[in-house]
């Protein structure tokens, strides 16, 4: 059972940044995806962004591609998420979430994740 606590969200204005960290509990094999999550009020969660332990390889969303960065630390079990130039569509409830054997193209699919952490609140600004 991998436990996730995710960290960091808050209100910011539109342009601004924000960093997200989740912290696992353990992970009990060294093949695995994890990453992040949202979900706004009235929309379905969507994958954000998604990295894999084995080689660092990541997935970005359109929506965030070039102002989004995720990054790992393996040995302290914790992923991150750089936002930058926010915009008021990125409000949100972000999740982390995880899931072995699995790539960062698996971000696509939510209900692929086997394991889900509680969400932290996103809110921009205009």
């Known amino acids: 059972e991998v436990q996730l606590q995710a960290s960091g969200g808050g209100l910011v204005q539109a342009g601004g940044s924000l960093r997200l960290s989740c912290a696992a509990s353990?992970?009990?094999?060294?093949?695995?995806?994890w990453g992040w999550f949202r979900q706004a009020p009235g929309k379905e969660r969507e994958g954000v962004s998604c990295i894999r332990s084995r080689d660092g390889s990541t997935y970005y969303a359109d929506s965030v591609r070039g102002r989004f960065t995720i990054s790992s630390n393996n040995a302290k079990n914790t992923v991150y998420l750089q936002m930058n130039n926010l915009k008021p569509e990125d409000t949100a409830d972000y999740y982390c979430?995880?899931?072995?054997?699995?790539?960062?193209?698996?971000?696509?699919?939510?209900?692929?994740?086997?394991?889900w952490g509680k969400g932290t609140l996103v809110t921009v600004s205009s």
């Open positions: 979430a995880a899931a072995y054997d699995a790539l960062p193209v698996y971000c696509v699919w939510p209900s692929g994740m086997g394991y």
């Open positions: 353990a992970f009990t094999r060294d093949d695995y995806a």
